[in-house]
Each structure stands twice: as structure tokens, then as C-alpha cells.
Antibody, heavy 114, light 108 residues
Framework: EVQLVESGGGLVQPGGSLRLSCAAS????????MTWVRQAPGKGLEWVAN????????YYVDSVKGRFTVSRDNAKNSLYLQMNSLRAEDTAVYYC???????WGQGTLVTVSS | SYELTQSPSVSVSPGQTARITCSGD??????AYWYQQKSGQAPVLVIY???KRPSGIPERFSGSSAGTMATLTISGAQVDDEADYYC???????????FGGGTKLTVL
């Protein structure tokens, strides 16, 4: 059974940093590109970043470029999102996903507030 | 930046056909995916690659794409289908992905 479990969310002050993790199991992690998606409270879904199978190709939504970095460790079956210079508008539930196949984690809440 | 446009809401009576549309300039070149999201839950994929249905998704859900518009059709909508529906695709390069703004389906 495919499982994706996010962790690392929490309350952080504006300008602060946070690192999200996503532990994958039930499939050959290194064979799939992975995605981070977020959803602000009461708002729609927003694609955040993609990373390809080997980690060499990474793409970001414009609003996080230069602040967020997606990475993966295929040996540990793990996906990461390093978030720096956080802003209030980054407050959201963050999901990791194999979006084309429809596998999502349960999400982790990031709150940016003073 | 690339955008996908959905109407904010659709309302049908139980048993009627609901059609939710998504427009985007790159849709002739890129697949559309459709997600259903009920309140407080993670999204569920209901259509992938324009018109394919994942296992476990009822047959009343179907998808199509023509030109710059993709359509999710729910034939014989049920009260349980009330949810937000999001289309998902990428720009012509395939590198920038985007969700539509979402359509709230009401069945009553």
C-alpha cells in the first residue's frame, strides 16, 4: 500500500525557516517524480514544487522561487521541502504527492505568524 | 504565469448530469487531471490523463478534453458527490504545473 506521511509543520515567525519531510513507503520511491502542494485555509490547491526521480530537475511556483528548496533522498525514501524567509501568505497545509497517480499524504500545517 | 480557469460553482439536482469545465491555453498539448476534495479531507484523483478513471472511482465520473477546454462530467450526480473539484495540468513546457481555482459542486 502506498503511503506518504508528512512531518515538520508548525508555528514559525515571519522570516523564519522550516523543513518539511515526507516519508514514502509501499512503492519504489526512486522511480517516481514527486510534488509538494499546499492549501491555505479556506483557499484552493496550489502546486508548489516538483522534483524528478533522480533529484536533478526541480521546478517551483514563482511565489516560492529563491526561498524554498525541494530535495529527496532515495536511499531513505524521503522527500523534503526547505522553506526559508517564510511569509504570512505561506501559511497552509502542505501535502506531498505522487500527483499523477493520485497518492497524497495527510498534510502538515505550517503557520507563519508573530 | 500559466492559469487554468474554472467556474466557481455548479449546482444540480440529484440524478442530473453535472459538467465542470476547465480552460487553459496549453490543454491541447497537456493532459488534464481532476481532483475531488471534500471538506477537511485530502484530494482524491477522479480522472487522469484527460479521460481515464482510477480504480475505485464510480463510472458516473468521466472526463474529456477538446481544444483549450477540459470537462469533468458526473452523470447521475449524487448527494455524496458534493465537493470542490479542481483541474490540474501544466504549461506548454511541462515544467510549471497549476491547479484551477476550483468549482464547488452542490447537489440538492
Amino acid at each position: 500500500e502506498v503511503q506518504l506521511v508528512e512531518s515538520g509543520g508548525g508555528l514559525v515567525q515571519p522570516g523564519g525557516s522550516l523543513r518539511l519531510s515526507c516519508a514514502a513507503s509501499g512503492f519504489t520511491f526512486s522511480s517516481y517524480s514527486m510534488t509538494w502542494v499546499r492549501q491555505a485555509p479556506g483557499k484552493g490547491l496550489e502546486w508548489v514544487a516538483n522534483i524528478n526521480q533522480g533529484g536533478g530537475d526541480k521546478y517551483y511556483v514563482d511565489s516560492v522561487k529563491g526561498r524554498f528548496t525541494v530535495s529527496r533522498d532515495n536511499a531513505k525514501n524521503s522527500l523534503y521541502l526547505q522553506m526559508n524567509s517564510l511569509r504570512a501568505e505561506d501559511t497552509a497545509v502542505y501535502y506531498c504527492a505522487r500527483r499523477a497517480e493520485g497518492y497524497w499524504g495527510q498534510g502538515t500545517l505550517v503557520t507563519v505568524s508573530s | 504565469s500559466y492559469e487554468l480557469t474554472q467556474s466557481p460553482s455548479v449546482s444540480v439536482s440529484p440524478g442530473q448530469t453535472a459538467r465542470i469545465t476547465c480552460s487553459g491555453d496549453a490543454l491541447p498539448k497537456r493532459f488534464a487531471y481532476w481532483y475531488q476534495q471534500k471538506s477537511g479531507q485530502a484530494p482524491v484523483l477522479v480522472i487522469y490523463e484527460d479521460n481515464k478513471r482510477p480504480s475505485g472511482i464510480p463510472e458516473r465520473f468521466s472526463g474529456s478534453s477538446a481544444g483549450t477546454m477540459a470537462t469533468l462530467t458526473i452523470s447521475g450526480a449524487q448527494v455524496d458527490d458534493e465537493a470542490d473539484y479542481y483541474c490540474y495540468s501544466s504549461d506548454s513546457s511541462g515544467n510549471q504545473e497549476v491547479f484551477g481555482g476550483g468549482t464547488k459542486l452542490t447537489v440538492l
